[in-house]
């Protein structure tokens, strides 16, 4: 069965700087994988996909994803977070083979902060 | 907006009782996801539908059954509710048949609070 770690609970970061929240997956075939945001008292946003082709992928509100095979890894990045990126954020995997449980495997999440 | 819409916003019920989420998906959307989230969990995957028919299931309780009817809207029944039943429910479409091949659009939930 697939799995997606978050290592981070929480991540604070100061307004301007650099992100880098970290994903780790375990499925067995190559994943279809995806980041989210939650803010809070709300849904889901998706903000980028990776399904095959270029490992590196644009998402929306400034935030890229690179899918490094080798490492297992989809980590999510943005060069210069603002105070409205304060959110949760979730990694999930999903699976394209039939029969069983399907659905999205979420991480745990990572809460970011953000200082002023 | 994602274009999933739930009702109700926010329930609050009593153990024991019985519940009916209700999610419409986005228009076009043949998949019907339904996740639990709570503090404890995390985010879960409970139940799929796929054009009226139930695809797959998850973690969900046997005190917990779904459907999804012919114009596509789906409810998820909760019954025999416990405290540990209270979270936030997410429902989420997709034109994909599995999770893995399109992305999943989720509606802005519902809040169960069982008391």
């Not at chain 1, 095959?52 to 400034?62: A, R």
């Not at chain 2, 639990?36 to 309780?61: H, V």
């Not at chain 2, 779904?66 to 479409?93: I, M, T, V, W």
């Amino acid at each position: 069965a697939q799995s997606v770690t978050q290592p981070d609970i929480h991540i604070t970061v100061s307004e301007g700087a650099s992100l880098e929240l970290r994903c780790n997956y375990s499925y067995g075939a190559t994943p279809y994988l995806f980041w989210y945001v939650q803010s809070p008292g709300q849904g889901l946003q998706l903000l980028l996909k990776y399904f095959s082709g270029d490992t590196l992928v644009q998402g929306i509100k400034g935030f890229e994803a690179e899918f490094k095979r080798s490492q297992s890894s989809f980590n999510l990045r943005k060069p210069s977070v603002h105070w409205s990126d304060a959110a949760e954020y979730f990694c999930a995997v999903g699976t394209y083979s039939g029969g069983g449980a399907d659905g999205l495997t979420f991480g745990k999440g990572t809460h970011l902060i953000i200082q002023p | 907006d994602s274009g999933v819409t739930q009702t109700p916003k926010h329930l609050i019920t009593a153990t024991g009782q019985r519940v009916t989420l209700r999610c419409s998906p986005r228009s076009g959307d043949l998949s019907v996801y339904w996740y639990q989230q709570s503090l404890d969990q995390g985010l879960q995957f409970l139940i799929q539908y796929y054009n009226g028919e139930e695809r797959a299931k998850g973690n969900i309780l046997e005190r917990f059954s779904a459907q999804q009817f012919p114009d596509l809207h789906s409810e998820l029944n909760l019954s025999s509710l416990e405290l540990g039943d209270s979270a936030l429910y997410f429902c989420a479409s997709s034109v994909a048949r599995t999770s893995g091949s399109r992305e999943q659009f989720f509606g802005p939930g519902t809040r169960l609070t069982v008391l």
